[in-house]
């Protein structure tokens, strides 16, 4: 059995160690990047990332998924520095999780594992708590082997299936019993979510999408004139909030969505579709990025292929460039001329103007700047959709 040592929650936050694999295709800053997140993501769950270890692989190792050497010297690290956790920024298969942790003597999570175990601890209504609990043990399934590695007997011949065999098919049948449960109550809720939708009449639905950490909460709270749960940090939103709102008495529906992330876990988009209804049903959306963001363009293009698995790339959609005041701060030198500022954010404007084919906006939500100019362009498309859908109608236009 492979012993790890229990740690008194006393002594406060976790200390954590984050890995990433610099593989082919990939630059040094790129992985950097990732661990960025990583450590933000591992920071949301309440661990502290004490130090990060990258290695260049033409690909990851089968067993250890690191080097040897690599491992060792995460070894001594983690002995001179009493860590608690140690974190893959990609998906470890059960046998690395159990070759690692024998070697390295602490807990040993992945990127997946950390994103589902934020998620719960985030997850407020009961079909919230439903999708993360059967994304859960839809990630736990296939690694069951592994938590019972303890058990293994000796390989091959009469005899072989032991208690630690019998333990894991009663398991898996257990959770296999669980998962379906779960979808029975996910249909549920979600039947009661589509009546729900349908007797909200005829509004045209708009919804707000993005890259998680963008600002939609605090756009939401600002377009509806209503509070809406907003926090700097990932996944403060995970279900749909939706509220009426009305500009120059023309009513629509305004809908917050969960944010996106990159490598999120296959099973949590899967287990969250029926949230992300919201998203497919919409008639516009407001798809909100992070100016400011040193990857914002990679940001965009995650969002666009996670509105591709949900069949709603091809709506009406809004650019949003949210946190111009924070670009400014980050790119504009206290002594660069005003002229000089002005420039780079037309130039900026323009070709953003080019590429959305003029619906793309730039704002703050903080300092409220740009906010009029986002309303006009939304009451313009929402127009629209309801010309086109009720021609002969006027109260809403």
């Known amino acids: 059995m492979i012993e790890i040592k229990k740690r008194d929650p006393s002594l406060g936050p976790e200390k954590a160690v984050l890995i990433g694999l610099i593989t082919q295709g990939q630059t040094e800053e790129l992985v950097n990047e990732y661990l960025d997140e990583l450590a933000f993501l591992a920071e949301t769950a309440g661990a502290v990332s004490v130090k990060r270890f990258t290695q260049k692989m033409q690909s990851p190792d089968s067993r250890t998924f690191i080097g040897s050497g690599k491992l060792i010297e995460i070894q001594q ?100 019993h669980q998962i379906s449960l779960l979808k029975k109550q996910l249909q549920k809720i979600d039947l009661q979510n589509q009546t729900q939708r349908k007797s909200r009449g005829e509004y045209i639905r708009v919804a707000l999408v993005g890259y998680t950490n963008v600002g ?60 992300l209804d919201e998203v497919r049903e919409a008639d516009l959306l407001l798809h909100v990025v992070d100016i400011s963001h040193n990857q914002y363009e990679d940001h965009i293009r995650v969002v666009q292929e996670t509105l591709k698995e949900l069949n709603a790339f091809d709506k009406p959609t809004i650019m949003v460039f949210n946190k111009i005041d924070a670009y400014e701060t980050k790119h504009f030198d206290e002594h660069l001329p005003e002229s000089v500022k002005k420039e780079i954010r037309e130039d900026l404007n323009h070709g953003w103007q080019q590429r959305t084919n003029n619906k793309a906006v730039f704002i703050s939500a903080v300092r409220k700047d740009n906010i009029d100019l986002l309303r006009y362009m939304m009451y313009d498309e929402i127009k629209k959709r309801y010309q086109d859908r009720y021609p002969y109608k006027t109260e809403f236009f």
């Open 216 to 275: 939609k909460s605090t756009l939401m709270t600002l377009l509806s004139k209503s509070d809406v749960f907003a926090e700097n940090k990932l996944f403060a939103t995970l279900d749909t909030t939706t509220r009426k709102v009305v500009f120059e008495r023309m009513p629509f529906l305004l809908s917050d969505t969960v944010g996106f992330i990159r490598k999120l876990p296959h099973h949590l988009v899967e287990s969250f579709k029926s949230t």
């Open 77 to 176: 690290f983690i002995q001179s520095r009493e860590i608690d956790l140690v974190i893959f920024d990609d998906d470890l298969s059960p046998s690395q999780t159990n070759n690692i942790e024998r070697e390295l003597r602490v807990k040993i999570i992945d990127r997946s594992n950390l994103i589902l175990d934020i998620f719960a601890g985030r997850a407020q209504t009961a079909q919230a708590r439903a999708q993360v609990e059967l994304a859960q043990l839809q990630y736990l399934l296939p690694r069951l082997k592994g938590l019972w590695s303890h058990l293994e007997r000796q390989q091959g011949g009469i005899g072989t299936r032991g208690p630690g065999e019998k333990e894991i098919e009663t398991d898996r049948r257990i959770v296999k």
